[in-house]
């Protein structure tokens, strides 16, 4: 082999490493502009955010069996006339309607009740409309009870109102106008109008608090990791 045909074939050997140093250089640049480039998740709704911590942390989460679904727990905060934070007295009672429109008493059992009336102490009220130790009653209908059982007395409890009936009458919670919903100290939500929730594992008084805050800048959004 002569001289000129070694030094071309180191010539050429020299060229193809600087050409494979390149591409590889070239390779490892464009890596990290195309992971910059991808789109940012889709950010997710309180709802999803709640459902899969509950699902991780083994808690319940339930969406009622009515198709009325047009009201929002956010929209009930941030509309509420007052945010009752009391507890349970007594046991509930039960009621049904007549034909009439009417509502009768009837048995806790009866496969005939309606809607069951809870008797609340209120032990504070964030917009400031009812006393500490004032009594107030909250009806909830069969359709949008969440509980397989009725909370206990003595069950703390939080009540956001939209409305209600100053003479005492049965109906915080009738007809189609959602007016409130019921979270126990273990945190299930009972009832909000015609859309109802079920959780475990919510402190009462961390989600009253996280309702005030919601309600005091109708621009936030209820947070649920924090609360689970």
């Given at each position: 082999?002569?001289?000129?045909?070694?030094?071309?074939?180191?010539?050429?050997?020299?060229?193809?490493?600087?050409?494979?140093?390149?591409?590889?250089?070239?390779?490892?640049?464009?890596?990290?502009?195309?992971?910059?480039?991808?789109?940012?998740?889709?950010?997710?709704?309180?709802?999803?955010?709640?459902?899969?911590?509950?699902?991780?942390?083994?808690?319940?989460?339930?969406?009622?069996?009515?198709?009325?679904?047009?009201?929002?727990?956010?929209?009930?905060?941030?509309?509420?006339?007052?945010?009752?934070?009391?507890?349970?007295?007594?046991?509930?009672?039960?009621?049904?309607?007549?034909?009439?429109?009417?509502?009768?008493?009837?048995?806790?059992?009866?496969?005939?009740?309606?809607?069951?009336?809870?008797?609340?102490?209120?032990?504070?009220?964030?917009?400031?409309?009812?006393?500490?130790?004032?009594?107030?009653?909250?009806?909830?209908?069969?359709?949008?009870?969440?509980?397989?059982?009725?909370?206990?007395?003595?069950?703390?409890?939080?009540?956001?109102?939209?409305?209600?009936?100053?003479?005492?009458?049965?109906?915080?919670?009738?007809?189609?106008?959602?007016?409130?919903?019921?979270?126990?100290?273990?945190?299930h939500i009972l009832s909000i109008g015609n859309q109802g929730y079920l959780f475990s594992g919510l402190g009462a008084n961390a989600l009253w608090e996280?309702?005030?805050?919601?309600h005091e800048d109708p621009s936030q959004e209820m947070v649920g990791n924090p609360l689970l």
């Amino acid at each position: 082999m002569t001289a000129k045909s070694r030094s071309k074939k180191i010539i050429l050997a020299c060229l193809a490493c600087i050409l494979a140093t390149v591409f590889l250089a070239m390779a490892g640049c464009s890596a990290p502009q195309e992971a910059a480039q991808l789109p940012d998740p889709e950010p997710q709704t309180w709802e999803q955010t709640m459902e899969e911590a509950g699902s991780a942390a083994g808690y319940g989460w339930k969406l009622p069996q009515t198709v009325d679904t047009f009201y929002s727990v956010e929209d009930a905060v941030k509309d509420a006339e007052a945010i009752v934070y009391g507890r349970i007295v007594g046991e509930p009672s039960a009621w049904e309607e007549t034909e009439d429109g009417s509502y009768l008493p009837c048995d806790l059992s009866s496969a005939q009740a309606d809607c069951f009336q809870y008797s609340v102490e209120v032990l504070a009220d964030g917009l400031g409309h009812f006393s500490p130790g004032e009594k107030i009653s909250v009806s909830v209908r069969t359709s949008h009870l969440m509980e397989t059982s009725h909370p206990a007395a003595g069950t703390e409890i939080i009540v956001p109102l939209l409305s209600w009936e100053e003479d005492g009458k049965l109906g915080m919670l009738m007809g189609d106008v959602p007016t409130c919903f019921l979270v126990t100290d273990s945190g299930h939500i009972l009832s909000i109008g015609n859309q109802g929730y079920l959780f475990s594992g919510l402190g009462a008084n961390a989600l009253w608090e996280e309702m005030l805050r919601c309600h005091e800048d109708p621009s936030q959004e209820m947070v649920g990791n924090p609360l689970l």
